[in-house]
């Protein structure tokens, strides 16, 4: 069963034929990402966000000539955003100080590592070892179709093909087979404490269909090497046998295990 059941589709206040054509094209990868999904494209008038969630409670997504734009409700929307990774960028360039997810990585910077981000999400740590693995190569999996729509469009958009190029994008959780033939699986899947440090955090724990346990001991048994983010109290990390790099200035650690 789909994580969600209907999807609208609309436009900025001002719009164009391009803009159009762009809505159909949405319409019609959402019709093959989850075929029993509703999709409706709205005419978007002047209407304001707020107005659209007066009569009809379903996901509102707005496309534009820039990022798509995926609203839950009025207050609650993601776009794709690269938060805080450009200040690690910056402070690595600058400072050689290199971010913590990279510094638990088992492999070189220059590596061309395959890696598998098993929890795409709002894509930040994606893009971050993107930056930083120059010559790696990724596999980006999420699980719900629209944050999955929104933030892989945005990322294609917002950065360019050189980049982009080296990222796999699929829809619904990692596969044994992909993640066997990696280098590295990584995972940030808010079993518990989702710490809200990102614009949007809060909206994807309320919305996106949580993991189990069972997630996390597949990912263990078929991947060579296992990075795991999690609240610094996660039971995850003992349970597992994780080896936990501490971090005193944060509430989130990051854990390996390696096979």
Avoid: W
């Avoid at 290199?98 to 590592?113: C, D, F, H, K, Q």
Wanted: aromatic share 10%; glycine share 4%.
């Amino acid at each position: 069963m789909s994580i969600v059941s209907k999807v609208r589709i609309t436009s900025p206040v001002k719009t164009d034929d391009v803009i159009f054509l762009m809505m159909k094209q949405t319409q019609a990868e959402l019709a093959l990402l989850v075929p029993d999904m509703a999709i409706e494209r709205v005419t978007r008038r002047k209407q304001t966000i707020t107005e659209l969630f007066k009569t009809d409670d379903s996901p509102v997504i707005v496309i534009s000539r820039q990022l798509p734009v995926l609203y839950f409700s009025a207050d609650e929307k993601i776009v794709y955003h690269e938060n805080t990774m450009n200040f690690k960028l910056k402070r690595f360039h600058k400072y050689g100080e290199v971010p913590p997810l990279i510094a638990v990585m088992p492999v070189e910077l220059t590596s061309r590592a395959v890696i598998v981000d098993a929890t795409m999400g709002l894509g930040n740590d994606l893009m971050l070892m993107a930056h930083m693995l120059k010559s790696a190569r990724f596999h980006a999996f999420e699980a719900h179709p629209l944050i999955y729509y929104v933030i892989k469009e945005g990322i294609i958009r917002y950065y360019s093909e050189e980049l982009t190029g080296r990222i796999t994008f699929h829809y619904g959780t990692a596969c044994d087979d992909i993640v066997a033939a990696s280098d590295v699986v990584y995972a940030d899947p808010m079993f518990e404490t989702t710490i809200s440090q990102d614009s949007g955090m809060q909206v994807l724990t309320n919305h996106v269909q949580q993991a189990d346990h069972d997630f996390l001991a597949a990912l263990i048994v078929h991947a060579p090497c296992v990075i795991l983010k999690a609240h610094f109290r996660s039971p995850l990390f003992q349970q597992y046998g994780f080896q936990v790099a501490v971090r005193k200035s944060s509430k989130s650690h990051f854990g390996i295990i390696c096979n």
